[in-house]
């Protein structure tokens, strides 16, 4: 299978990491995670989420972390070493077991795929989670733009478009379908849907169902 971020792995945290980093903070601050929380990070490239979860328990955190891109975790491998469980896999068919998390999360990378795919991702996400757990997910906003939105909108097109034709037209599909909340299952709560950078983006946090 052909590696998408090969060529780009090495240089995806010198354009995103100041765009990723706050983004990523408030990822971890509305999931609240408690000292031993249990966290898998859905697609999470070059690791910096995981990071930020480590360093708000203070290390406590286990911390997993799929992405089917060998060349994102290797990245991800030199800025975490040991401190996290790293697999190369598809997200449709992860190797984890049933509520095994606390919380999942998946970061700017539902909108490259179909909304079919996305789907089953997150039914996946939703196997390998608790009954009550918290998901958290990141991604394009499709509603209104402020004007700070409007020119996050523009830089997004831009690195979208850098990304790959087939890359750039997975987003444009994702945006016109609706984006995340209709790939959504339908067993989760929206507990609150934070938009963030002018509109740009939003964040999802979802309670799975708890135990009946
Ligand atoms: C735009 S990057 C985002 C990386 C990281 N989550 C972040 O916030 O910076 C999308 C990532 O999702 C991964 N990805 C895309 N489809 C995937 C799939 N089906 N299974 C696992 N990883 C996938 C890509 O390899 C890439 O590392």
């Given amino acids: 299978m052909t590696d998408d971020y090969g060529r780009i792995a090495r240089f995806y945290d010198r354009l995103m990491e100041p765009i990723n980093r706050p983004l990523h903070q408030l990822m971890v601050s509305l999931a609240d995670p408690g000292p031993d929380a249990q966290v898998l990070d859905i697609g999470c490239g070059t690791g910096l989420l995981l990071e930020a979860f480590l360093t708000a328990t203070d290390g406590a955190a286990e911390i997993h972390g799929l992405d089917r891109s060998p060349a994102m975790l290797d990245v991800a491998r030199d800025r975490l070493g040991t401190r996290a469980d ?29 909304t079919d795919l996305a789907r089953a991702i997150l039914a996946e ?14 991604d394009y906003y499709v509603g209104s733009l402020r004007f700070k939105g409007r020119l996050w909108r523009a830089f997004s097109y831009g690195a979208e478009f850098f990304a790959g034709v087939k ?10 379908a609706g984006g995340i909340p209709i790939a959504l299952p339908d067993a989760w709560t929206v507990r609150q849907q934070k938009v963030v950078a002018g509109g740009n983006l939003a964040i999802w946090v979802c309670d799975t169902a708890s135990v009946t």
């Avoid at 697999?87 to 795929?113: K, Q, R, W």
């Avoid at 890359?167 to 016109?176: E, I, P």
């Fill in 125 to 138: 996400a939703d196997r390998v989670a608790r009954p009550n757990a918290t998901i958290i997910i990141t």
């Fill in 167 to 176: 890359h750039f037209a997975a987003w444009r599909r994702h945006v016109q």
């Fill in 86 to 114: 790293l697999t190369v896999g598809d997200a449709t068919d992860m190797p984890y077991g049933n509520d095994t998390f606390d919380i999942v999360t998946c970061s700017l990378m539902l909108h490259e795929l179909d």
